[in-house]
């Protein structure tokens, strides 16, 4: 018997996408699909959405009357057919045994015991634990448990869980063609009462919160493995923990899958191998298959007798025997496992690699790989342990594809992916595949569509995404448009570029995200401007019409803004009638103290300067009256109540001291604005309630402006006073400075400026007398406008500056002639002196110098 499987031929096998046979050749090089384009129309919300592949999705709002009702639950018969198709697909050949669950029974009473009285478990186990096996069994076991019965659903790639509440929703009613919004969908949701069993869990945390609250009649089984974060405390959840297989059920499993009793070498190598992967169930499927292999290659099975020797063997063959694996090769057998499989296995192994560990659907690897048997090779590298099911597909199992890298199974990578983007871009656009055909397909075209070069990327996305926009798969929708879109830029197709703008445009209306949607909508519309295309235009602009219309649906009614000066009314003319009681006097009192005076610091507020409160005894007397007036009622103009309730009074912080009138000195402008000690205020008069007049806002509108008006001129004023005395000071101090006043006698003239030399008498003064140096000299203060000589032996003293000096000149002991007191404002002209008796002059010579001091008798 004949067991190797027909093989391409070499060259076939190595040529890759070029070489491929006629069928698969001729699909890929066609882009465009060979039918009339699909076009689906959904109800999504609110809106009714026409998936349009060619110009771009159209959205509109629900017509009247068209709105679905509530969708009706499916029977038990749909839900089996629907729950089929959920499940990895039957690789073509014999079926496969089952496998036994083995040590599993205790866990498996706990979790149905659980789930039947309502309580959600999460279910925790390391990668090849077995976690998919044990929920097949509990599914078998809780057919009868709920309403609404078992639900399978993978969480694999779900980060939140908004498709998953969707997944659940499509899954029980009947509903294919409508995606509820938010509000609909929780609401659809909580009316579900079934078992739900969710594996390869990728969220926790409060994301798992929100799942678990939104449908609150669920039972959960959450399988995950330890690395996922866990829930919080205010979930509820029981936690069970799936562990290894001990000694005796891992020998079990082991001559279970190989057919038959191990021997003693292969008992004790088992022995070590399950210590070596703590008992896992998958590492005993790889083992087993180890076995089979051996076993094939040292032909255990067969009878040598019937083999006839070769035609030019001179001598027998020698049995080759191959011994057992090492205990590295059984822990890490992926590569000696992909060596020992077909040529289309290890081909199928490359393509899977090249996609992220997904392996196509059996049906495109006769394409992808380019021989006719190809799909057999699903089957073989299951058997193998290779591959582990997830979802609605295969992908390889956990470390698988770590191992064929290191070995070079990712060299092609590049050159795979591109060849699968082209074959998926033929298919998904060929218009006898269903949507939910390539839905199911979704994880493997992304992979395809992140690996590819940019012409493949793009006419992959602009394929696949109206197919996964109709199988109201629309995370998947997101993520090719977002991909088409940076493809598109790249390679520089303006016009698909513009196409996934406005899709993802259309998408986020769909889902409630204005901002993403009028950013997106606007994008495209430029773009196909520049373009000059009408219709995309046309399309991009009626989807941004309804952006703008829930924008305004959306916006919360503010209150208007704070206005501080109420609107300009004109004051009354006169008023109509005088109230009872009031006098002429008391009216030409009122007319003449004036609305716009402004009411000081003890008038209540609403009551005007002149007038005393409603109703009191006496009333301020206006200007010029000795005698009490009677109270006269203003007169308010009528205000409407939406000008009342706009204006806003706002009540001073910092309390403002106001003068009865407006300052007129530069002095009184500065105590206003930089008080030194607040002013007392008097205390008010005990009045009634106040009322507001009309003209008081303005009033004090136009002092505030008024005194604003003379605080800005009294800064003025003082920065040019302050500039003038500080130029005068720096001039007067270069200057030189007039000496001091050589004779007593007074002049209407004013006194000469002594040369810088040595001062000596003129002819025009008397001689002076003889004195003896011993005798006292009269000591007199000299009044003001007299002028005293220098001490003897210094310079004459300078004019005082204006600035003030900190100490005083003190003489010297010699001179018994005080010095002249300083005057803090000296004047800056010289001043004439009066005429008055000459005092005797006394002069004394010291060294070279002479000194004369003058004193100026009463």
Known sequence: MDHIQRQGTPGEQSGGAAELPAPALSAPAVPAPVAPARVVTLTAGEFTLTVNPVDGSEIEPLRPGVRPGRPAKRDAAARAARDAATRPPVPPGAPAAARPLLEREEEC?????????????????????????????????????????????????????????????????????????????????????????????????????????????????LAATPEIRSPSDDSHLEEVFLGGLGKA???????????????????????????????????????????????????????????????????????????????????????????????????????????????????????????????????????????????????????????????GYGDTAAEEART??????????????????????????????????VVAAVLLARTAAPAFAASLHWEAWERVLRSGAEAARKAGEVAEQAYFHHELGVLALCEGRLDRARAELETSIGLRGALADKRGTVAGRRALALVVDREAAAEVVVSPPLRLEPPAIAPAAAPAALPAGSSSGGSAASAGSGSAVVPGPAAAPGVTAGHGPAGA????????????????????????????EAVTRVAPVVPVIRRPEAPTTLSEVFEDAFPMSPKPKPKPEPAAAPRPTAAEPARAGAAARRRRVLLAGAGALTVVALGTVVSLALSSSDTSAP?????????????????????????????????????????????????????????PSRTPSRRPQSTPPQPPASSPVSPPPTSAEPSASPTPTETAQPSPTATTGTGTGTATATATGP
């Open 420 to 453: 699968a983007a082209r074959h998926y871009a033929w298919w998904t656009g060929h218009s006898s595949v269903t949507p939910e055909r390539i839905a199911s397909e979704a994880d493997a075209v992304l992979c395809a569509l992140s690996g590819a070069d």
């Open 739 to 795: 000496p001091a006043t050589q004779s007593p006698a007074a002049s209407s003239t004013p006194a000469r400026t002594a040369p810088a030399a040595v001062p000596e008498s003129s002819g025009n003064d008397p001689a002076p007398a003889p004195s003896d140096p011993a005798a006292p000299q009269p000591s007199q203060s000299a009044a003001p406008g007299e002028t005293t000589g220098s001490t003897p032996g210094r310079t």
């Open 109 to 221: 009473e706990r979790l149905v015991r659980l789930l039947g009285r309502g309580r959600s478990v999460r279910l925790t186990g390391p990668s090849g634990s077995g976690r998919t096996a044990l929920l097949d069994a509990v599914a078998a076991q809780c057919a009868g448990l709920a309403p609404d019965g078992v639900v399978r659903l993978s969480g694999y790639g779900h980060q939140q869980p908004a498709e998953l509440l969707h997944a659940l929703y499509a899954t029980v009613y009947a509903a294919s063609d409508q995606r509820p919004d938010r509000i609909e969908l929780l609401a659809r949701v909580r009316d579900i009462g079934a078992i739900v069993l969710l594996d390869d869990l990728e969220m926790g945390g409060p994301a798992l919160d929100e799942l678990l609250h939104a449908t609150p009649e669920c039972a959960y089984l």
């Open 249 to 407: 059920d891992c020998l079990e499993l082991l001559e279970t899958r190989l057919g038959r009793p191990l021997t003693d070498l292969e008992t004790a190598w088992a022995s070590d191998l399950r210590f070596a992967s703590e008992g896992l169930p998958l590492r005993f499927v790889q083992a087993a298959a180890l076995l089979r292999q051996r076993d094939e290659l040292n032909h255990t099975g067969e009878d040598d007798d019937e083999e006839e020797p070769g035609v030019f063997d001179e001598r027998p063959r020698d049995a080759v025997e191959v011994p057992l694996p090492t205990l590295a090769e059984g822990a890490a057998p992926a590569e000696l496992l992909a060596s020992r499989v077909s040529e289309s296995g290890r081909a199928a192994l490359r393509i899977a690699c090249a996609l992220g560990g997904e392996l196509p659907h059996h049906a495109h690897l006769p394409a992808l790989v380019g021989d006719t048997h190809a799909d057999s090779a699903v089957a073989e590298l299951l058997d193998c342990g290779l591959l582990t099911p997830v979802g609605t597909r295969y992908r390889l199992a956990a470390g698988v594809a770590r191992q064929l890298e290191e070995v």
């Open 617 to 644: 005894a006496g009333s301020a007397a206006g200007p010029g009256s000795g005698a009490p007036r009677a109270a006269v009622a203003p007169v308010v103009p009528a205000v409407s109540a939406a000008v009342s």
